[in-house]
């Protein structure tokens, strides 16, 4: 890569603590008790952070002569234990955790106005039981905050949010929305116009987008109407 | 996306006689037209291809694993590869750099980040360095399908 390159990554979606139980064997039946090979533990997951975190490992051992930083946006509840879990992790990742937890009041949708997030301590971080069972794996997962993530609250200046750029360093912008199916906040149009937004004001953007599963089954949440913004 | 999403979102029916891979990647091919966007669908343990106004443009095969430890976040880790892989690509040489090109940089990172994140426990613990080169090492080459369509969107 060339020395001159920055590449600013900015990644737009989910975080979840991943809470793993393996049993023994089968599921139990309803009302039944199953045996665990291992305690159960706690890992961080959820579309977005994992993959900001294989991104910022792939960017730290293949990525030599290029500067780069990949900010995640999403919403966590960090006094929370599963919401300092997942911000220890992106510290230790190198990952900028930006937490869009605001309220809604119109003002703070502009900049980084930490003062204004909701500090609403009844939500808890988003958590989903992983349940392995001969090699298949069950999910059953609590939104929480995760709920509270809006098209609307996505910051989309996103040279304000990158230290490490400069005026002689020629920057390269990529937009990756992860998780799409898990935030409902995202489905009423108004993430369309905050594309919109990113596009006008860095032409040479490239945006991606991975839908993830639909747990509700129906495959719309308005995702074809952003397809027009989408590279891949 | 899977293969198990891209078939939700084109309400594929499933339900036929004539299922086969071929024929849900022409389902997805043909829906996704209108839409003119880079559709890259992962196929598991057979890699991913590329599909572009109705086309299937590239196919990347990806190196067996026979006992993968954990599959969970193979997804994510395949579009961490892609974006590596495809942004590299870009910053590498030249910003006239074919658009199919950085997609097929993007195929191959995707399928080796992919591949080596099943032996890992743990969906958010990166490969180790080494792993990685060893399945890009081992990866079949990038099939290049009868299609010719051009990418437009990309700059």
Request: aromatic share 14%; charged share 25%.
């Given at each position: 890569m060339q020395n001159s390159m920055h590449l600013s990554i900015n990644i737009i979606g989910d975080a979840f603590a991943d809470i793993y139980c393996y049993l023994e064997g089968d599921m139990p039946s309803r009302g039944g008790d199953a045996r665990l090979t291992q305690p159960i533990h706690k890992v961080p997951g959820g579309s977005g952070l994992n993959t900001a975190t294989h991104l910022s490992s792939l960017l730290s051992n293949f990525g030599v002569n290029n500067t780069s930083n990949i900010n995640l946006q999403t919403v966590i509840n960090e006094n929370d234990e599963y919401g300092k879990l997942l911000s220890n992790h992106c510290q230790k990742h190198n990952i900028r955790l930006?937490?869009?937890?605001?309220?809604?009041?119109?003002?703070?949708?502009?900049?980084?106005?930490?003062?204004?997030?909701?500090?609403?301590?009844?939500t808890s971080t988003g958590h989903c039981a992983v349940i392995v069972s001969k090699g298949e794996r069950s999910f059953m997962t609590h939104l929480g905050t995760i709920n509270e993530f809006e098209g609307e609250h996505i910051l989309t200046n996103f040279q304000d949010l990158d230290s490490k750029s400069n005026t002689n360093t020629s920057v390269r912008q990529h937009a990756h929305i992860a998780g799409y199916f898990n935030i409902?906040?995202?489905?009423?149009?108004k993430l369309k116009s905050k594309l919109e937004e990113m596009l006008k004001a860095n032409q040479n953007m490239t945006i991606s987008l991975v839908p993830q599963h639909d747990a509700t089954e129906h495959w719309g949440g308005g995702l074809l109407d952003l397809l027009q913004y989408i590279d891949f | 996306m899977s293969e198990v999403e891209a078939k939700g979102i084109s309400k594929?029916?499933?339900?036929?006689?004539?299922?086969s891979q071929s024929n849900l990647l022409d389902h997805i091919a043909s829906f996704f037209e209108a839409y003119k966007v880079n559709v890259i669908v992962t196929l598991g343990s057979k890699g991913a291809v590329h599909i572009y106004n109705r086309d299937i443009i590239h196919q990347q095969e990806t190196t067996p694993i026979l006992n993968p430890i954990d599959p969970t976040g193979a997804g994510d880790s395949f579009a961490a590869g892609f974006l590596y892989g495809y942004l590299s690509c870009k910053t590498k040489?030249?910003?006239?750099?074919?658009s199919n090109e950085m997609i097929k940089h993007g195929m191959k990172y995707g399928c080796a980040v992919g591949t080596s994140s099943i032996m890992v426990q743990g969906a958010s613990i990166p490969s180790e360095r080494d792993s990685i080169e060893k399945i890009l090492d081992s990866i079949p080459q990038l099939k290049e399908s009868k299609g010719n369509a051009k990418r437009q969107k990309v700059s």
């Open positions: 930006i937490n869009r937890r605001v309220s809604d009041i119109p003002a703070c949708f502009f900049g980084t106005n930490e003062s204004m997030q909701s500090n609403n301590e009844a409902t906040g995202f489905w009423d149009g | 594929y029916n499933n339900s036929s006689d004539k299922y040489e030249d910003t006239d750099t074919d």
